[in-house]
């Protein structure tokens, strides 16, 4: 008896070791099996992540990239406009102060001419004065002797006939000039009103061109923005979809470990007791690690995205904010430009009208003079 005793003594114990033996192997099993489940779990989460924010990495450098390379042809556009704008002004400049100083001196030859003209049609009459003098005085050293009366009395009645046809000359002469007077003050304010409305018409066209740059520009806007929205809503959709899988996944998951757990349980609840206490004080712990240190590295990256965002954004309103000054000062050289341009067209016609007047004047008393 008491080596039968013995013997099931033994036996409990030998069957004891290799019973808890197997549930350690197996438990050892278990673990490892967990360990590469998760490690394959997290790997390929992993991979999705990295493949995901790679996309997204590569997207916002391409968009900025374009951007730059915008800015750049727009830059590069704006200087050719504005090199050819100075060359045409330039070109304009020169050509209107050449035809000036042409007109100038066509002026002063003309005036140069008339002068010589001038003089020598009254070194002509002088002569002619003279020699018809001269002829009368040896007239009348022939003929002083009868003809004395006779001169006086011609004498007489030429000088009343040359004061009567003067004063007619000039009384007609002066109702001429008070005739052409009205004409030439309607021929002035007919000028006058086509170059007011000239000038109303050039601000209504530049009212309009100002109404549709603003336009355009609020319709780029608007699409821009449109865009970013629909951007931004799809990508919280896509986000909610991923979330909503990963989700599910590791429900999943959670009910296959607790199937395998109510397994093993079943087969060893009393043996396995403290090991399933350690073994979820385990999981526990790796589960909070797990997620704190996912936190860290969710919050620093989207710190990362939002720095990024922001220094895009901040870019791109100083860009626009300079490029609107910049368009502003072009629009008020432009205006000061055209001003000065049309001031001195304005008084170059005055000036020549006036001279056209007074050149008028001048040949019509001369023409009534003669």
């Not at 019973?19 to 489940?37: C, D, G, I, P």
């Not at 997204?56 to 590069?76: C, D, G, N, P, T």
């Not at 086509?194 to 549709?212: D, I, K, P, S, T």
């Not at 008084?347 to 009208?353: A, I, L, N």
């Amino acid at each position: 008896l008491r080596k039968h005793k013995a013997a099931t003594a033994i036996q409990r114990v030998a069957v004891g070791m290799i019973t808890r033996n197997k549930l350690k192997h197996l438990h050892q099993s278990a673990t490892h099996m967990q360990r590469l489940v998760r490690g394959g779990l997290a790997r390929r989460r992993y991979k999705r992540l990295h493949g995901w924010k790679t996309r997204v990495v590569v997207i916002l450098q391409r968009y900025a990239r374009q951007w730059m390379a915008k800015r750049e042809i727009a830059r590069r556009q704006e200087e050719r406009r504005q090199d050819l704008m100075l060359v045409k002004a330039t070109i304009d400049l020169q050509r209107l102060f050449r035809g000036y100083k042409g007109r100038q001196r066509a002026q002063g030859l003309r005036e140069e001419y008339l002068q010589r003209k001038r003089q020598t049609a009254g070194a002509i009459k002088i002569q002619r004065q003279v020699r018809r003098v001269q002829a009368a005085v040896r007239v009348d050293v022939l003929r002083r002797a009868r003809m004395t009366e006779m001169e006086k009395a011609a004498t007489l009645l030429r000088k009343m006939w040359l004061g009567a046809r003067t004063r007619r000359k000039y009384q007609q002469l002066r109702r001429e000039y008070k005739a052409a007077e009205g004409k030439i003050i309607t021929i002035q304010r007919f000028v006058r009103g086509c170059m007011c409305r000239l000038r109303l018409w050039r601000e209504a066209v530049e009212a309009q061109e100002r109404l549709w740059a603003a336009i355009e520009i609020q319709r780029c806007w608007r699409g821009y923005s449109g865009r970013v929205r629909f951007e931004n809503c799809f990508e919280e959709l896509w986000r909610r979809e991923m979330m909503a899988v990963v989700v599910q996944r590791n429900f999943r998951g959670h009910v296959a470990r607790s199937k395998v757990r109510k397994l093993l349980r079943a087969h060893a609840r009393e043996e396995f007791e403290l090991a399933r206490t350690r073994f979820r004080a385990a999981q526990r712990i790796q589960a909070l690690a797990r997620g704190v240190h996912s936190r860290k590295r969710t919050r620093h990256r989207l710190a990362l995205c939002t720095y990024s965002a922001v220094q895009i954004q901040r870019i791109a309103r100083g860009w626009s904010v300079r490029r609107a000054l910049w368009n502003q000062v072009i629009h008020q050289k432009a205006t000061v430009m055209a001003a000065l341009v049309r001031g001195f067209l304005v008084r170059r016609r005055k000036r020549r009208m006036l001279a056209k007047v007074i050149r008028l004047q001048r040949a019509y008393r001369r023409f009534r003079n003669l």
